[in-house]
């Protein structure tokens, strides 16, 4: 029963990160640079700070945390951190190419198998006292294995959305529509988001053992780790107000505090699937294969909802009930991998 409470805590966090970008539609005559780092603010610094404040046990500070783990450990996982954030800023164009499902399900289905291996082949070579690759059991990988089938199976059904309509309908779809590009730009968003996971890896010791809850004891990590994804964010987005002049952005009173309140509404549906995929976890003690796959389940029912939104804000219109047929498959092939290695 643990389990199954686990995993639905993972997929209400899985749709709260799929619908983070209905907010943001709401937002007004801001350029994308100036609502990104103010929605990064949210998901990335206030958000995981307080999330991580969880994993403080009463007569214990916050600073205590970081004498857990050894400096390696903490600045590897800011520094996974730094490159997850470079994932982050393709992952936005990766939809902007692609449309929410089709951008979302490339970029996380890579990320979901690549974040689930990197994390223990990495620790391994740092640390081969740990044996980190015996987490990478048959069930582990077979759940990899299947994920990846289902992304596969997506990418099929946008290929042949892309070969089925035409020009106008594709921009009527999706406004920049570009499946080449798009592919080109998820597959590396999608390598670089997995760092997210290795730094997790790298920051699940940050915490007071025994002290702190299972469902709190990768909420330090995350902290962590979406610093280092600010840091990236904010050199790009600043970069960006200076060359198109949009620092008047943050000036703007009539729109100001419309647009924080969604930047912010933003920003923890965004969180939620990290603080979801903690809470998660301590459910999931029991199985060291879910543990191990909690990460790939997330990015792996993200792509399930993003598919949903997908639907709903049409940007399936006008496709052949055989291309429909082929997404519904990679839908179903996802939610089974979701359950599968518990099943083995």
């Known amino acids: 029963m643990e389990i199954i409470i686990g995993l639905l805590i993972i997929a209400i966090g899985a749709f709260c990160q799929s619908s983070c970008y209905v907010p943001i539609n709401k937002i007004k005559d801001w350029s994308w640079e100036s609502y990104w780092i103010v929605q990064g603010v949210f998901a990335w610094l206030i958000l995981p700070f ?5 994993a403080v ?5 916050f600073c205590e945390l970081f004498g857990t783990v050894s400096s390696f450990n903490i600045w590897m996982t800011i520094l996974f951190g730094v490159l997850w954030g470079v994932g982050g800023l393709t992952f936005g164009l990766s939809m902007r190419y692609l449309g929410v499902a089709l951008g979302q399900s490339i970029a996380l289905g890579t990320c979901a ?3 689930t291996i990197m994390g223990p082949v990495l620790l391994n070579i740092f640390f081969p006292e740990l044996n980190a690759l015996e987490s990478l ?5 077979l759940g990899v294995v299947v994920t990846l089938l289902g992304i596969a199976i997506i990418g099929v059904a946008g290929s042949m959305k892309a070969a089925s309509l035409s020009e106008e309908e594709k921009k009527a779809a999706v406004k920049d529509f570009n499946f080449p590009k798009g592919l080109a730009i998820a597959l590396l968003a999608g390598f670089m988001s997995g760092c997210f996971n290795v730094g997790l890896e790298f920051g699940k010791g940050i915490n007071f053992g025994d002290l702190t809850p299972d469902m709190y004891k990768t909420l330090p990590a995350t902290f962590l780790v979406t610093l280092g994804g600010f840091a990236t964010n904010a050199v790009y987005c600043f970069y960006q107000n200076s060359k198109n002049g949009t620092w008047g952005d943050y000036k703007k009173g009539n729109v100001w505090l419309n647009n924080v309140i969604f930047c912010a509404l933003a920003g923890a549906l965004w ?7 903690s809470l998660g976890k301590g459910f999931l003690t029991e199985s060291p294969t879910l543990m191990t796959l909690s990460f790939c389940i997330l990015m792996a029912l993200n792509v399930v909802f993003s598919n949903v939104w997908g639907i709903i804000l049409k940007e399936w219109k006008g496709c052949s009930p055989k291309t429909i047929v082929v997404l519904v ?4 092939v996802l939610i089974i991998s979701s359950f599968l290695p518990q099943l083995i």
């Open 113 to 115: 198998g690549l974040g």
């Open 57 to 61: 046990p009463e007569g214990h500070s």
């Open 137 to 141: 059991t048959f069930a582990v990988i």
């Open 50 to 54: 307080l999330g991580a404040m969880l």
């Open 329 to 332: 498959t990679g839908i179903i």
């Open 271 to 277: 969180y939620s699937q990290f603080f979801g995929l």
